[in-house]
């Protein structure tokens, strides 16, 4: 089936520092979708992504779609402690394959 | 406020006890479906369903059953649960199977 891998796995960085992670896949994706997971909940939707090529901010995130269908990053600028959670990407051409998770540390 | 709530958020049972978690969710959804999250292994779709009375097996479907009798509920039921269906499960919705899915908080789930 679809495989999605995402890096990196863990990151451990300094408040202030900027953050970058992606997913790749040897399948194309229509739509690619970035969530973020506290301790404990569920994933919250962070952005969509729906056209290759795109690229979309919210607040201090930014993710593109890449333009072969079969990657995507996303970008966090000037981390902030509340950015500790695990990011996961997902590919959607019809069914969501998720990625493995990226675990995001911010060391004050 | 729109939500996808799933109960109980934490279970602790036994091997061969049948147990079901519910799912509901008040965004007039066409489909949902349920997940389950292991160290490593990511979110791995156990189920899906497409609309009311249209169930279909996901990635790692063995050993659970669904169900889809209104458009709101989509229940999981374990027959006979056994260890290795200890893990963290999520039911999610969206208004199509493309769509962005929307997440309950969570069962955690310990089969001893």
């Known amino acids: 089936g679809q495989q999605l891998n995402q890096s990196p796995q863990s990151m451990f960085i300094q408040e202030g520092e900027d953050v970058s992670m992606n997913c790749t896949s040897s399948?194309?994706?229509?739509?690619w979708l970035w969530y973020k997971q506290d301790p404990g909940e569920g994933p919250v939707l962070l952005i969509a992504?729906?056209?290759?090529?795109e690229l979309t901010s919210n607040g201090r995130l930014t993710a593109q779609f890449g333009i072969t269908r079969k990657d995507s990053f996303l970008n966090i600028s000037a981390s902030i402690p509340s950015d500790v959670g695990i990011y996961f990407c997902?590919?959607?051409?019809?069914?969501?394959?998720f990625g493995d998770g990226t675990t995001l540390t911010v060391k004050p | 406020e729109a939500q996808v709530t799933q109960n109980p958020r934490y279970l602790i049972t036994v091997t061969g006890k049948k147990l079901t978690v519910t799912c509901s969710q008040n965004?007039?959804?066409?489909?949902m479906s349920w997940y389950r999250q292991d160290p490593g292994l990511g979110l791995r779709q156990i189920y899906y369903?497409?609309?009311?009375?249209?169930?279909d097996k996901g990635d790692v479907p063995e050993g659970y059953k669904v169900s889809r009798k209104e458009k709101r509920n989509f229940p999981l039921i374990l027959e006979s649960p056994s260890p290795n269906q200890t893990s963290l499960y999520f039911c999610?919705?969206?208004?199509?199977?493309?769509?962005?899915?929307?997440f309950g908080p969570g069962t955690r789930l310990l089969v001893l």
């Open positions: 369903s497409m609309n009311v009375e249209v169930t």
């Open positions: 399948s194309i994706f229509n739509t």
């Open positions: 997902a590919g959607s051409s019809g069914k969501s394959t």
């Open positions: 999610a919705s969206s208004f199509g199977r493309q769509e962005t899915q929307y």
């Open positions: 965004m007039n959804h066409e489909y």
């Open positions: 992504l729906y056209k290759a090529g």
